[in-house]
């Protein structure tokens, strides 16, 4: 991407669609798709990318979110309104937004951060101003400029890493979290292996949340029998086997196993 960012929008384009990223033209200046059916137009053909900017070269470059393009996690700067870097750096703290792939600065003052593309969708937490362009979406991409203001990238690093939306939602927002269960005396939760069940039992929208919070619990408990079985239901309850490998290592990264921590 850094190399890319440096060249004309046409040649930008090209990279992008190397790399295996689709690729569609937005108008100049602005950030609305300049094709009839906006990201759902986008491709990696390179002789429709060249027709594309050969008419129009000042054209922005936009790019198709979720696999095979990238997850983008979209931190605002709406000025007096609030910005989202409190959020983002209580994200960093957490272990949910380690190593991006690339953070490009863009007009707004706010940023993009690039992880590798999964299937999970788009989200938004506007109370903290910050955003998940997945599947169903575009991210406007470096050399594009908005106004005067161009998207720049600030770093860039080989990275395979991704980022769950649905953890991050539930940590931003816990009031979406279950009440937790009952303590021990020694300060962990009893029954953690019982939420295999209610794990199983959640809907399309609550799941990866669902999943986050009663791995954490398992993980308090540090009984891993209980999160092997919270992990075979969550992919019972719809979720796939990479959806919930990511979303357990997220809550690992928080709370290790003390035996894991140890060695």
């Known amino acids: 991407m850094s190399a890319a960012a440096q060249r004309s929008p046409q040649d930008a384009a090209l990279a992008y669609a190397r790399a295996g990223w689709p690729v569609f033209p937005v108008l100049a200046g602005m950030k609305e798709p300049a094709t009839k059916h906006g990201f759902l137009d986008a491709t990696t053909d390179p002789g429709q990318i060249s027709r594309w900017w050969r008419s129009n070269p000042e054209r922005n470059v ?7 393009g990238p997850d983008v996690v979209d931190v605002d700067d709406h000025g007096e309104r609030g910005n989202g870097f409190a959020a983002l750096n209580r ?6 937004v380690g190593n991006p792939g690339a953070i490009v600065r863009t007009p707004g003052g706010g940023m993009h951060l690039y992880f590798a593309g999964s299937e999970q969708g788009c989200g938004k937490l506007p109370a903290d101003h ?8 575009y991210i406007v991409a470096p050399p594009s400029r908005v106004g005067d203001r161009r998207y720049e990238v600030a770093q860039h690093v080989a990275s395979e ?34 939420l295999a069940d209610w794990v199983a039992q959640q809907v399309e929208g609550n799941r990866n949340g669902g999943l986050f919070w009663a ?22 309850a719809g979720l796939s086997e990479h959806e919930v490998s990511r979303t357990i290592q997220s809550a690992q990264q928080q709370r290790p196993f003390e035996r894991e921590a140890g060695s």
């Open 62 to 68: 936009g790019i198709a979110t979720g696999a095979p």
């Open 91 to 96: 994200l960093k703290c957490e272990g949910l």
């Open 130 to 137: 910050i955003d998940l362009k997945a599947r169903g979406g």
């Open 161 to 194: 890493a991704g980022v769950d939306f649905g953890a991050i939602r539930s940590l931003l927002q816990p009031e979406h979290r279950p009440a937790r269960q009952p303590e021990r005396q020694d300060g962990r939760p009893r029954n953690v292996v019982h």
């Open 215 to 236: 791995a954490n619990r398992a993980i308090e408990a540090q009984d891993s029998a209980a999160l092997d079985a919270i992990a075979r239901a969550a992919q019972a």
